[in-house]
Nanobody
Framework: VQLQASGGGLVQAGGFLRLSCAAS????????MGWYRQVPGKQRELVAT???????IYADSVKGRFTISRDNDKNSVYLQMNSLKLEDTAVYYC???????????????WGQGTLVTVSS
């Protein structure tokens, strides 16, 4: 199983970006999917998660600016980031809790990370 994240880049403050993450490989079902971010010297922190039925949780710092969504047919999760701030600069990681077989225990998988840089 692989999670491939894309969409990061350099953007000016106030701008927007859309991150994508696609899961591939032997997958029976995907439970929750999410986005985390990390800056050097700090712990990885939750940005947003979305359940298999679309329930969402956001970090307070991104509420009202970021929107998480998913396409279950494509095993993909997205993060629309609007009104970006300097403090949103980080490496963004996607993850997914999934089962590779119907009898498997759900396991957590991580993508490789995509860098988002917000400039003034």
């Amino acid at each position: 199983v692989q999670l491939q994240a894309s969409g990061g880049g350099l953007v000016q403050a106030g701008g927007f970006l859309r991150l994508s993450c696609a899961a591939s490989g032997s997958i029976s079902s995907i439970n929750a999917m999410g986005w985390y971010r990390q800056v050097p010297g700090k712990q990885r922190e939750l940005v947003a998660t979305i359940s298999s039925v679309g329930n969402t949780i956001y970090a307070d710092s991104v509420k009202g600016r970021f929107t998480i969504s998913r396409d279950n047919d494509k095993n993909s999760v997205y993060l629309q980031m609007n009104s970006l701030k300097l403090e949103d600069t980080a490496v963004y990681y996607c993850n997914a809790v999934l089962m590779i077989h119907t009898w498997s225990i759900p396991s957590l998988y991580w993508g490789q990370g995509t860098l988002v840089t917000v400039s003034s």
